[in-house]
């Protein structure tokens, strides 16, 4: 999201029984950059779904900055390997329970609300401890 002038954001949870999580992602953007006004992503049942990067690959929102934004659905026992785009990434665990394994590294137990940063990891595999959902965010430094 870009500020224009004249232009308010406001965010609510429609339901009165379900409770909202929300998260809030700031990247500063490339002033040479354009994207279109309005991009809009529905997300689907897919394990992992690209959310935005540069060029909007996969039909992922374009974003003004080299960062790629992966999110994750997996099952109790699930297990998926993501390859990474840049040599930093931050991981957020929005529910569940999960493993991280790099290839030089043991298993890293992340819970529910806890993040953690990757640094010089081509390949992060992630093994779903209790139902998980989560944000990758794979940035080129």
Request: proline share 4%; hydrophobic share 40%; glycine share 4%.
């Amino acid at each position: 999201m870009a500020a224009q002038p004249a232009v308010s954001y406001s965010e609510y949870s429609i339901s009165d029984t379900t409770p909202l999580t929300r998260l809030q992602l700031w990247f500063n953007a490339c002033p040479s950059r354009e994207n279109s006004a309005l991009q809009r992503l529905a997300l689907c049942d897919a394990k992992v779904k690209l959310l935005a990067s540069p060029e909007g690959e996969n039909g992922s929102l374009q974003l003004r900055q080299q960062v790629w934004v992966h999110h994750l659905q997996l099952d109790e026992g699930e297990q998926h390997t993501l390859t990474l785009n840049g040599n930093r990434a931050y991981f957020q665990v929005i529910h569940g329970a999960m493993e991280a394994m790099t290839p030089q590294e043991n298993a890293t137990m992340l819970q529910c609300g806890d993040g953690a940063f990757i640094q010089q990891e081509k390949q992060l595999t992630i093994r779903a401890k209790a139902p998980l959902r989560a944000l990758l965010i794979d940035l080129v430094a």
